[in-house]
Every structure is written in structure tokens, then in C-alpha cells.
């Protein structure tokens, strides 16, 4: 897992949190640190198990997340609606109507040092207005509204493009589907590609009364054929050590799917203009090692790789008093025999 004589535990447990399940975690192998996602909380851990830092005062869905070593920063997914599921949210955590909007969250994550930060003043958080996502989202598709069934972003990763030698990584942000069983539409995965710099240009700080709308649009929109899922990507991680990327979800519901739960995106193959099934259009296309589909069914709540053949996968549990915690367990990756538990 690292190239020192210090390595990562093989299990690595939170506090309890009750603003939401984990959606995401992160591995700070150079600074020994595990970042978490409590769906309106994020969380910054020793290897150790301290809690070392904390940010809070979302009222939005805080979702996936990536950490790039070299920024030393955090992206995580961030979306205010107003639809079944930020409705639910905004009862839970007291708040009223917000304006539907989709953001990357971007976390300074040397700055985070307290507990109990607020998201809007501590200094160490930005987010970057999404506004392809906010006009699929409401706009009108093949089979009606919601185009693509956009419910909005979850899974992020920084990867390259697959196929390509130019090796340059993009933040890779892929929608919420809605798992609708009478469309057609909203049966591929939808993956935007951000050029990173332009993604830290356009950050500003978070004023969730007054949010601002400043973002790029994408470099590429890419789709990945694999049926409707419930909810699109969960999480998303691309993996150096093989190449490819790992997309978790939620399995759908219609039943002309095998409804897994894993799918691999083949780093190797590049993208192809092609139809986009279901939709009527010619889009990108990602490739797809359907050999290494699964039922694995971990991964959805937060995967992270070590960079070596090894991943952190989450492993969430409910509190007798409602709260929510979980444990990032390392387990090993085979492209024959799939993720096993190493402890």
C-alpha cells in the first residue's frame, strides 16, 4: 500500500455522525489522514483513528469524493434540490426551500484543523457551479423530462481519458439516474470530463443563501452502456495500478438487466462516437470489461485506491440511536477472482 514501513491499517473506523449515511471516502497516504463524507458533513481522521478535523452547515447532499496529492485538495460531488430525496434532507436537518444547483465541493484539506468548522466561514472550502448538470437536469430528453433521467451528480474521480496517451487527468464527474423502469433513456451512465485548472479557476467560496454560478462547461460528455441503475454512479474510482476505473452503484430494477452492482471501465480503449442507446443520439462512448461486472455489493457508500493492487471499500453501519457510521476495510482486487477482505 506504500512504499515505507509505515502502512495504512487494514481497517479504519469513524465516529458516529447524524446528518446522513457515508457517501465517500479518501485515502492521505503521504499525511497518514482517511476523509469522509457524512452526506452534510465532511470528516478529516488520523490513521490513528483521531478526529482530526471536521466542516458542516450543508444543506446540501455532499456525495463521492477524490483526493489529488498534489493540490492537497478534495472534490466531492455537492447537489441542492428540491426533489423526493433534498426534500427528505432538508426535514432532516431543519432547512427550508433551496434553489436546485449541482456543485463540485472543493476542500483545502491542510486548512481543515478544527472541529465543527463551518462550511461558509472557515476559509477552506469552495465549489464550482455545474451548469450542464442544472440543464439536463431540468431539461427535456428523449422520453421526457430529466434528459438522460439526470437526477443530478454523485460518483467523482480524477482519471485520464481512457485509451489516451496523453496521460493528463480530468475530474470525472458522473450523474444521478433515476431508476425509472418505463423509459428508455436512462439506461447509460453519464460522465463529464473537467479539465482540473479550469475547475480551480472557477472555484468560489460557498454561500449557500446566495449561491454563485461560476464553473466551466466539460471538455467531454461521455456515456457508459449498462442498463439503468438506481440511482446512477454511487462512486467512481479509477485505479493506476490497473488502469481502469471502478463504477458503484446501486442495482435497477428493470428486468432485461443483470442489475449488478460493480462495472469496470476499460482504461485501455479509447472513446467511441457512437449511438447512445436509448437516447436517439451520437454521443462518446466508454468501453465497458463486462467480465469483470459483479454482484460485489460494496463500494456504493465509498471505495478508494491504494495505488497497488489494494482498495479502502466502506463498510457502513446504523447506531442504536439513529446515527450512522462505518469502517474503510482494505481489501485486494483480482480481474479473476474480483475484491476480497483482507482482514
Not at 140 to 145: D, K, P, Q, S, T
Request: proline share 4%; charged share 20%.
Amino acid at each position: 500500500m506504500k512504499n515505507n514501513d509505515r502502512r495504512p491499517p487494514l481497517k479504519h473506523g469513524t465516529g458516529v455522525w447524524y446528518g446522513g449515511h457515508v457517501q465517500g471516502i479518501a485515502a492521505d497516504l503521504e499525511k497518514e489522514y482517511m476523509y469522509y463524507s457524512y452526506t452534510t458533513d465532511f470528516c478529516k481522521y488520523c490513521f490513528d483513528g483521531t478526529l482530526a478535523g471536521s466542516v458542516g452547515g450543508f444543506i446540501g447532499h455532499i456525495g463521492c469524493m477524490c483526493f489529488d496529492p498534489e493540490k492537497r485538495k478534495v472534490y466531492a460531488s455537492l447537489e441542492y434540490k428540491n426533489d423526493e430525496i433534498g426534500k427528505g434532507l432538508h426535514s432532516r436537518i431543519g432547512s427550508g426551500e433551496v434553489k436546485d444547483g449541482f456543485y463540485i465541493v472543493i476542500f483545502d484539506v491542510d486548512g481543515i484543523n478544527g472541529t465543527g468548522l463551518s462550511a461558509e466561514e472557515c476559509g477552506a472550502v469552495k465549489a464550482v457551479y455545474l451548469k450542464e448538470v442544472v440543464d439536463d437536469y431540468h431539461g427535456e430528453g428523449l422520453c421526457g423530462a430529466h434528459r438522460y433521467g439526470c437526477s443530478g451528480i454523485d460518483g467523482v474521480t480524477l482519471m485520464p481519458l481512457p485509451g489516451c496517451a496523453d496521460k493528463k487527468k480530468y475530474l470525472a464527474v458522473a450523474y444521478g439516474i433515476y431508476g425509472d423502469v418505463s423509459r428508455t433513456d436512462n439506461d447509460n451512465q453519464v460522465i463529464l470530463f473537467f479539465d482540473t485548472d479550469e475547475i480551480d479557476d472557477h472555484a468560489r467560496p460557498l454561500m449557500q443563501s446566495a449561491p454563485h454560478t461560476s464553473g466551466p462547461l466539460c471538455r467531454y460528455r461521455t456515456f457508459l452502456y449498462t442498463g439503468n441503475t438506481t440511482y446512477g454512479i454511487q462512486n467512481l474510482e479509477y485505479d493506476p495500478y490497473t488502469g481502469d476505473t471502478f463504477v458503484c452503484v446501486y442495482p435497477g430494477k428493470k428486468t432485461q438487466f443483470e442489475n449488478y452492482y460493480l462495472f469496470v471501465i476499460d482504461g485501455g480503449s479509447p472513446l467511441r462516437l457512437t449511438d447512445v442507446k436509448g437516447t436517439g443520439e451520437i454521443g462518446l462512448n466508454l468501453t465497458l470489461l463486462p467480465a469483470q461486472s459483479s454482484y460485489f455489493p460494496l463500494g456504493n457508500t465509498g471505495i478508494a485506491s491504494l495505488c497497488d493492487g489494494t482498495f479502502y471499500i466502506s463498510e457502513p453501519s446504523r447506531t442504536e440511536d439513529g446515527g450512522y457510521t462505518t469502517e474503510a476495510v482494505a481489501y485486494s482486487y483480482d480481474k479473476q477472482k474480483g475484491f476480497e477482505r483482507l482482514v
